[in-house]
């Protein structure tokens, strides 16, 4: 690994190596440089999150037909189990 200048390089390297972690949407990163100036502490803090989830199918239906009705309510179009074999030929 190379040394780097500058500490918000460190702090992004940190922050994408957590977010591989496919359970993780989200990081808060703080990096300090030890207490050298007398009138304050340099550092620097990012907040990252993941772009898009990794596995589309990875979702938990339950949960977002119980949050569209508690939030107003909303139709979903089910077809029934032998149409939906029919379209997986």
Do not use: C, Y
Not at 15 to 37: E, P
Not at 73 to 87: N, T
């Amino acid at each position: 690994m190379e040394p780097d200048a500058l500490i918000e390089t460190i702090a992004e390297r940190i922050a994408l190596q957590i977010l591989t972690d496919v359970r993780i949407h989200s990081v808060r990163v703080s990096v300090r440089k030890i207490d050298i100036w007398e009138n304050g502490v340099p550092g620097v803090e990012i907040t990252r999150h993941a772009s898009l989830p990794r596995n589309l199918l990875d979702f938990d239906i339950e949960h977002i037909v119980h949050e569209l009705i508690f939030r107003g309510g909303a139709s979903l179009p089910v077809l029934p189990e032998i149409r939906r074999k029919k379209l997986n030929l």
